[in-house]
């Protein structure tokens, strides 16, 4: 992984062997709502295959990117009925 970027919309991940994934914003609810400051500070983690974002508690993989999956959402007893 070499770079990531966020807009209001998408965001991107520049891989080391230089494709670029781009996903919605929308599909990671604490980046949507995070600040620019608390989105701007990422750290590789995973040993090269995620990010991390601490003030959010935030990981990714780029596995999980690949596969175009969005994160889990949250129980709510109106999502079981």
Do not use: C, N
Request: hydrophobic share 45%; charged share 25%; net charge negative.
């Amino acid at each position: 992984m070499k770079d990531v970027r966020i807009d209001d919309d998408l965001l991107s991940v520049d891989l080391a062997d230089g494709r670029t994934i781009s996903v919605p914003l929308a599909w990671y609810p604490a980046l949507l709502h995070a600040s620019r400051e608390q989105r701007a500070e990422w750290r590789i983690s995973g040993g090269g295959f995620g990010i991390h974002w601490p003030a959010l508690d935030e990981d990714l993989s780029t596995e999980g990117l690949l596969r175009g999956a969005p994160a889990p959402r949250a129980f709510t007893p109106s999502a079981a009925a």
